[in-house]
Structures are given as structure tokens and as C-alpha cells.
């Protein structure tokens, strides 16, 4: 089995039972996100449960690219379970971290990690190779995530400094590494069962959304430490170390070589592309595992690894203040990877907090008393104040550990801040992203899945690049047209330029239904099962690439089939994907998904898209009309209620499933190989008719 | 002339023209070891040397990872002959470590070899190596490097000694490596933190190995190269 270890971990928490599931039994499904919604579906016979529940399964799967040469993909890991985010169904739900933790669980010789049960007393998982032990956690409840690893850290290696080979278990053979352990664990955010809460390894590396660090926290699992020394067997060394090279050669920034094409690229941007510099403070690009691009930052004043929204949540806010980015929203960002809390959550929670306070609902006093030092806005002395009362329930935090859509529910306001898009929660309790009113494959994926999809695919290209241009007074260096034309040869099985329509019509056609399957698809098999990270792929446009042609789609099966020896094609992979979609979607029906759900807050019909991003970004987009390609400022619009609803209709159908209800048929299922899924919607009369 | 006045080379002087042959200048030395005048047995210096720069290094353990690959067929950190130490929550610039093999000039693995399965390749520009049939596992290399971490590797899975050779010999890499060839670290390496060069470099110290990579393109991203 090149690019598999053979064996997945299963650790019983209550029985402590620790045994192994034979990979093979699940390879058919690629490796993450596939194989963890196959065994969730396999062992939770019940999958209404609540993510509290002592029966919730969380998967933690690696790929068979996981710590290998292929770029981009070897330092991704998926996690899954039912979540406690969502709102008002604690869905089913995904997240996944960079790093170097899948690489180490690959080496020390298993694919995945399955966790069932609670635990009676807290605990942290020990791997070490191929042993495997539960060790009390009572010394590290409490402590935040960097302590608890430094801890963990000594105590499996027995140093304090790490400068030296260490030897890795007691074997005669002297096996041993310079690796430190890597793990992932809990704050106090996640023992205090927050909603919001992570699980954070290394320094930066966060599976935030779904809450998952509240679902460890229920089952009192602190950590989980690997620290491995064995060999992933590669079938064709040669051609993954060639392909690394064309892909360096071809598609990527190299010093010497930064090309002057303004906006944000997938596999090709420059380093520390998510992470925003502070003045006068030094540094240096970071990368997970076998990255090429590393588009994280480290610095000599902190928010080190934090990039993207771990680092905007309070960026904007400190710059207001002071005129430019400071060391405040550094101490800000690790501040959060410390105590273990989703930054995305933790962002919107603050506009909300500060509409409420500007409005005279929040305050010293007021309708919903708090002690929040808004004076202080913009400096770290109100984050720490506000991420303080969250991870201990204390103050406003008894009721924000719950997450803003539950917290507003408490406080009476749900209906009415989600009418005027006060509170911008769009899709199933989570903070609106790239919005559905103007970016909607983005806000269609989202609604139709579980959270907050967070695929940057058709973005950037679509909407960051023109965007920026934009805002910069500057023309995009490639036309609408162009970009829908090398979209349309890149996208299989559909090949249709207008997939990248924006227009008031296009968001409601076929051919949107085609991108948003497109985009469910390849996601979860090409991203989230084999790993692709999603700041790099979808590659479709690429300023160093022959006539800009992305790296997508030769790239995912090239560096795929160097690993495993099989032939993937692309498109097969894609296959996979649809197979993967409809088992999630299986999932979610058995939890009670009905078509009716699948809406958006109101604010999404009812109010014009403010014009721009979260981040001030004008929302020029590619679209369509009069038979010519251009791109267009869509800002401002409404997504129309009845038109949304007969696009459903539409993507129901491509999918081939029920249009009524959103269920798939079982013609459909059996098609994938799904009978025995077909069999259990049936069972439980929720099963598509046709 | 030597100390004794015969003709013939001080260590020192020996080390210096060996090093001028890494240079280019012209002295062919094809041969391991040389018995000096001054009854010592000195080494021809590599003709090649990896250099990095430790502040420009990103931590992605590419390097790492291509080095194993196209030695071993496999991906295994451990076995790579160059390693990246990481100290996830240090701050730059004393996060993170590129540490390789220096090709000594006076090579104290080599000398510590009993069995001469550690020795100069001359076939390839000198590189220290090792003959894997010759090694006897007996680890004195490894435990002879005066570097920390060492940079003779343990090969645990095959039970042997292993070093870097500078790709000379890479049965999972159809390219031409060693000092006249390319270097899977130098050519994967996606911040050109590494780089090769067929100067001796200053032995005495760190300096001549941990060098300043980082030119203008490093300024205009926003990054310090001091």
C-alpha cells in the first residue's frame, strides 16, 4: 500500500480499548475526509446525536501524500465529527490544520486516529511509533495549548532543549528522530466545552471551525502526541521528486522571479501571503510540511504561524486605532491559538459586540450588561479581556462560549440582528465569508453543506484578483473571458465557460449549478480526502504558468499516482468526490436535513450586499451578460428568495436528487456503489423518491 | 619547504592547495589520502559544499524530505541527511535551524572509521562518504561528528551509517548529483535557502557554512537581510 501505513488507530475512551482498523477495508475512498465519513457512517448507528454525546465518533485522517514531497498537500489533516457550531443541527462537519502533525502520524505508522466514547478522567493520547497508551491529563487541565505541548514535549522526550537526535521508543534498532512530538490538542476553551473552540498543534496550525475543541473537551481528551521514525513507501520516487520540480519550475514564485501580476493566487503566491506584516517588526516566511509557498510568517514579536483570519480578527481593529498594524494584533493572534478559540467566530463576534455597544444595547449597565473595555478597541487590553471571558465562561463569555448564534438567541436578538445583517451569520449559524448575495458558489456550497465552506477556488480568480485590481485603479493582466475560458478546460467533467458567471442571471442557472457541483466535488475528494491545501488548489490561474493555465488539474493526480502507483485519472477523482458528497449528504438527511433548511438569514434577501468584503475589498466579479465577458462590480445586490429556491431545484436534479425534499435517490447511490446508504435512508423513510 | 626541510607539504599548506583545487586553480588530486612530510595523513578536500541560510528557511522540510527520497525511495525525515530543527514557539530568528553536513576538510567521521567504509570519493569530487558494505554499524561516525546533532546519520532501518554525499549517489533520482551534478536539497528547496558551492569554506566556526542568501527579491517581499 505505497502512501498508506496499513492501519488506522482506534482509541475507546471509556473502554480505553485500543485497537486498529485495517486501511484497506477503507482505501477505496482515497484517504481524509472519505475514509472519516465512511467509518463515522459505519460506527454511529445513531447520527442524530448531539456533539456532546458520548457516541459522537471524531475521525482524524492523514492522505497518502501526508508527509511525502508532493507540495502543498503533505502537512493537511481532516477532522470530523458532529460538531457543536452549527445552528440550529449541530451538523456533521469537517475542519482540517497544516503542520507537521499528519507527516509524524504517517511515520510512526498509522493513516488515521477514530476516538470514541468519553472518558471518565481527562487524558492525552501517547503514540510513540506503534505504542500506543492513554496517560492521565489531570496536570495539563488548564493550561494553554503552547504549555500543554512544551509539557507534553518533555515528557515524552525527557529534554528541554531539543537540538539533538532523539531516540524514538526502546527499540534496539535505535530508531530516532530531530522531530519533536507533534500535537494537537485543547485550551481551556475546549475543557470549558465551548462551541467555538479549536484544536490547536504547534504554534498556528488550527482546526477551528466546527468546534471541535468542545467536542475533546466533552469526551476530557486534553492532546494527542505522535512522535514517529518509520518510512512511507512511495511507488515512483523518481517521478515524485520530477514532478515537485516542474511544479517549482513552471508554476510557482522563486526568488528572482516575482511577477508584477496584482491579486491573490492559488499555487503560485508569494510567501507569507495570508499573514500581514507589522511595521518594523522582522521576520520570515513559515510553511507547513513540504509546502512550497509557505504563506504563514514568523516573527521575532509573536503571531507566529497565524495567518489569514487568525491574525485579521483583530488586525483591522488595531490598525483603526493606531494608524497601522501593531505588535497588539500579534499578541492577538497568539493569544488564540493559546486558549484554543475560532478566530472566524471571534471576528464577527466583535462587529456584533461594537454595533450592539454603538447602539446602546451593550455596555456598563445596559440591556446586556458587560464590563468590555471598548475604550479600548484596537488594543490588545480588549481582545485579552474579551478571550479571557470566553475561555472561562466568566462574564459576557457564560454566554459567547456558545457561539454568537446561540448567544443571540438567549439574549432575544437572533431574528432581528439576522434580518438586518447586524449579526452576519448567513449559513447555519456561521459568520458569512465570501457572501452568497455576490460570490454564491461560495454562500450555494455552504447552505447546501454544513458550515462555512472556506474553498478558495473559484475566489480567487473570479473575485480576489479582479477585486484587487480594482481597488488599486488597475486593469486585471488577464481578461474576464480568458479566465472563463481556462476555468471551462480545467473544470471536468462540465467544460462550460459560463460556470464563472456572476451576472444577476447567471447566479441562478445551470451552469452555477455546475460550478457548485464542480466545487462540492473536487473539494471533498481532491482537497479534503487527499489533502490539497486550499490556499494552493484549485490552481486554475497562474501568472508564471504557459498562457496562465493553472496547475489544475494535472497536478492532482500526477503527485497522487508518483505516491500510490495507481492510475487516477483526474475525473475519477472527481467521481470519488460525488460519492463522498452524497455520503455526507446521507449523513445530514439522518439528521434531519430537509430541502425547507437549506435557506439563508434573512438579511441574505433582504438587505443589498454592503459593496464590498468583510475587509473592505470591492466585489468585482466575472460575469456575463449581452453575450460578452467583463468583469463587474456586483456589490450591492440581493439574493432573490424564489430564484434561490427554483436554483435549488436545479442543483437537486444535476445531482440527481430529489427536488422536493433534497434527498438523493437511491438510483443515484446505487450508481456510486451506495446501496447500503440507500438502505439506511430507506429505513428510516428518507430516502428521495424517483 | 617543511619544517625538517624536506620537500613536500605541512598539513597546513596541504589543506590550503587542496582547497585551491576546489577553486578551480588546477591542482588534480586523485587520490584519498596523502602521507604528509610531516607524517601525517591528510585528506583532498571536497570539491563541493552545501551553505544555508537558516533566517531565510521557511521550515518546510522539503529539503529533508527530497533527501530521503531520492537515497532511500521512501519519505522518512529520519533518514535525511540534512535536517531542519524547529522551535515552533521561539521567535525569528531563533526558531529554526538548518543544520548539514560540512564536508569537513578534516573530516573527524572519516577518521574515525576503522573499517574504511567511511571515505573520500574521489571519483566524486572528493565528497566524504560511505561504502554500505563496509559498514560494520559500529556507529563510531556518528558519534565522531563534533556537530550537534550529528550529521553522520543512523540508518536504522537498514542498520548502517549514512551521510550526505552531495546526491553523488541517488538510485531514486535519474539525475547527475555530486559535486559536478545537482543537489536534491539545493534544487527543492522553494526559498533558496541552500545553496552550493565549491569553496572551502572557513572551518573554524559556523561562518563559513551559515551564510546570507537573502538578496533583493528577500527586501522587496518585506523581509530583513541582515
Not at chain 1, 492513554?134 to 512544551?150: F, I, S
Not at chain 1, 456586483?634 to 425534499?661: H, N, Q
Request: with cysteine; net charge neutral.
Amino acid at each position: 500500500m505505497n502512501g498508506y501505513t496499513g492501519s488506522i488507530l482506534r482509541v475507546n475512551l471509556k473502554t480505553r480499548k485500543i485497537s486498529t482498523i485495517d486501511t484497506k477495508k477503507y482505501e477505496m475512498w482515497g484517504g481524509g475526509h472519505g475514509i472519516g465519513s465512511a467509518i463515522f457512517f459505519d460506527l454511529v448507528k445513531d447520527k442524530a446525536i448531539s456533539g456532546y454525546d458520548s457516541g459522537n465518533v471524531v475521525t482524524i485522517m492523514t492522505s497518502p501524500l501526508s508527509g511525502t514531497l508532493a507540495p502543498a498537500v503533505s502537512g493537511r489533516t481532516e477532522v470530523q465529527g458532529v460538531g457543536l457550531q452549527s445552528y440550529p443541527v449541530e451538523w456533521f462537519t469537517r475542519s482540517n490544520f497544516g503542520g507537521r502533525f499528519a507527516g509524524m502520524l504517517k511515520y510512526a505508522g498509522w493513516d488515521g486516529i477514530v476516538i470514541e466514547g468519553k472518558s471518565k478522567n481527562p487524558v492525552w493520547i501517547d503514540i510513540r511509533d506503534r505504542e500506543v497508551k492513554l496517560v492521565d491529563a489531570k496536570p495539563l487541565w488548564g493550561l494553554d495549548t503552547w504549555e500543554t505541548q512544551k509539557k507534553i514535549w518533555h515528557r515524552v522526550t525527557g529534554l528541554k532543549s531539543y537540538k539533538d537526535w532523539m531516540e524514538v521508543g526502546k527499540s534496539p534498532r535505535g530508531e530516532r528522530t530531530t522531530l519533536k512530538p507533534a500535537v494537537l490538542t485543547i485550551g481551556p476553551a475546549g475543557e470549558n466545552l465551548s462551541r467555538i473552540a479549536s484544536l490547536i498543534h504547534d504554534a498556528g496550525n488550527a482546526a477551528g471551525q466546527g468546534g471541535f475543541g468542545g467536542v475533546w473537551g466533552s469526551k476530557n481528551l486534553k492532546a494527542i502526541s505522535v512522535i514517529g521514525s518509520g518510512s512511507i513507501h512511495i511507488s515512483d520516487p523518481n517521478a515524485l521528486m520530477e514532478a515537485r520540480l516542474w511544479a517549482k519550475k513552471s508554476y510557482s514564485w522563486q526568488p528572482g522571479n516575482l511577477t508584477d501580476k496584482l491579486g491573490s493566487h492559488a499555487f503560485s503566491s508569494n510567501p507569507s501571503q495570508g499573514s500581514p506584516s507589522t511595521p518594523g517588526v522582522k521576520s520570515r516566511p513559515s510553511g507547513c510540511m513540504a509546502c512550497h509557498k509557505c504563506c504563514r510568517r514568523k516573527t521575532e514579536l509573536g503571531g507566529n504561524e497565524s495567518s489569514c483570519v487568525d491574525m485579521f480578527f483583530y488586525c483591522f481593529e488595531d490598525a483603526k486605532k493606531h494608524g497601522k498594524q501593531t505588535t497588539a494584533s500579534l499578541k492577538a493572534s497568539d493569544l488564540i491559538q493559546k486558549t484554543g478559540i475560532n478566530a472566524f467566530e471571534l471576528e464577527t463576534v466583535i462587529i456584533w459586540l461594537k454595533t450592539l455597544h454603538k447602539k446602546g444595547i451593550l455596555g456598563p449597565g445596559k440591556e446586556i450588561d458587560t464590563d468590555l473595555p471598548f475604550d479600548k478597541m484596537g488594543e490588545y487590553e480588549f481582545v485579552e479581556k474579551l478571550v479571557t471571558q470566553l475561555e472561562t465562561r466568566q462574564g459576557i463569555g457564560a454566554d459567547l462560549h456558545n457561539g454568537a448564534a446561540r448567544t443571540a438567541k438567549k439574549w432575544g436578538r437572533f431574528e432581528k440582528d439576522l434580518k438586518s445583517g447586524v449579526l452576519a451569520l448567513q449559513y447555519w449559524g456561521y459568520p458569512k465569508h465570501y457572501d452568497a448575495r455576490t460570490e454564491v458558489e461560495w454562500g450555494y456550497g455552504s447552505i447546501l453543506g454544513d458550515r462555512d465552506c472556506n474553498e478558495h477556488d473559484f475566489m480567487m480568480p473570479c473575485y480576489y484578483s479582479p477585486s484587487m485590481n480594482a481597488l488599486a485603479g488597475m486593469e486585471t493582466y488577464i481578461s474576464a473571458k480568458e479566465v472563463s475560458q481556462i476555468i471551462a478546460e480545467k473544470c471536468k467533467p462540465y467544460n462550460d465557460p459560463l460556470m464563472i458567471d456572476y451576472s444577476d442571471e447567471g447566479i441562478y442557472s445551470e451552469h452555477m449549478a455546475k460550478t457548485v457541483a464542480w466545487h462540492r466535488h473536487y473539494t471533498r475528494f481532491w482537497k479534503q480526502s487527499i489533502g490539497y491545501c486550499d490556499w494552493c488548489y484549485a490552481d486554475f490561474v497562474n501568472p508564471y504558468a504557459p498562457g496562465y493555465r493553472g496547475i489544475t488539474p494535472e497536478a492532482e493526480p500526477k503527485f497522487l499516482n508518483a505516491v500510490t502507483g495507481k492510475n487516477l485519472t483526474f475525473e475519477q477523482g472527481m467521481e470519488l468526490g460525488r460519492k463522498i458528497w452524497n455520503l455526507d449528504r446521507a449523513i445530514w438527511i439522518l439528521q434531519g436535513r430537509h430541502r425547507d433548511q437549506e435557506v439563508f438569514a434573512d438579511f441574505t434577501y433582504e438587505k443589498p450586499q454592503e459593496g464590498h468584503a468583510t475587509y473592505e475589498i470591492p466585489y468585482v466579479m466575472t460575469v456575463h451578460e449581452k453575450g460578452k465577458w467583463k468583469y463587474k462590480d456586483v456589490g450591492g445586490r440581493i439574493l432573490d428568495r424564489s430564484k434561490f429556491e427554483e436554483w435549488k431545484t436545479k442543483y437537486y436534479t444535476l445531482e440527481g436528487w430529489d427536488p422536493e425534499s433534497g434527498w438523493p435517490v437511491r438510483k443515484t447511490l446505487k450508481s456510486m456503489g451506495l446501496d447500503y446508504v440507500a438502505d439506511e435512508l430507506h429505513s428510516h423513510k428518507k430516502l428521495g423518491r424517483g | 619547504m617543511s619544517e625538517n626541510g624536506k620537500k613536500g607539504f605541512s598539513r597546513r599548506v596541504f589543506l590550503k592547495l587542496s582547497g585551491a583545487a576546489a577553486l578551480g586553480l588546477g591542482l588534480d588530486i586523485g587520490f584519498a589520502r596523502i602521507l604528509l612530510a610531516d607524517d601525517v595523513v591528510a585528506i583532498p578536500v571536497s570539491q563541493g559544499y552545501l551553505l544555508v541560510d537558516s533566517k531565510k528557511c521557511a521550515g518546510c522540510m522539503s529539503c529533508m524530505l527530497a533527501c530521503s527520497l531520492v537515497h532511500e525511495g521512501k519519505e522518512n525525515p529520519s533518514l535525511a541527511r540534512i535536517q531542519v530543527l524547529k522551535e515552533p514557539f521561539e521567535s525569528y530568528p531563533d526558531d529554526i535551524s538548518i543544520v548539514q553536513c560540512r564536508q569537513c576538510v578534516n573530516p573527524l567521521c572519516l577518521e574515525s572509521c576503522e573499517y574504511d567504509a567511511l571515505y573520500v570519493d574521489t571519483r566524486n569530487g572528493n565528497v566524504r562518504t560511505i561504502d554500505p558494505e563496509k559498514c560494520t554499524a559500529c556507529m563510531a561516525c556518528v558519534e565522531a561528528c563534533p556537530f550537534t546533532p550529528g550529521r553522520a546519520v543512523w540508518n536504522f532501518e537498514k542498520e548502517r551509517a549514512q551521510k550526505c554525499d552531495l546526491c553523488a549517489n541517488t538510485p531514486y533520482w535519474n539525475e547527475k548529483g555530486g559535486p559536478r551534478g545537482k543537489q536534491a536539497c539545493v534544487s527543492v528547496c522553494p526559498m533558496e535557502a541552500i545553496t552550493f558551492t565549491t569553496t572551502v569554506p572557513v572551518q573554524e566556526g559556523d561562518s563559513g557554512y551559515l551564510v546570507n542568501l537573502r538578496g533583493a527579491t528577500w527586501k522587496e517581499l518585506g523581509y530583513p537581510t541582515d
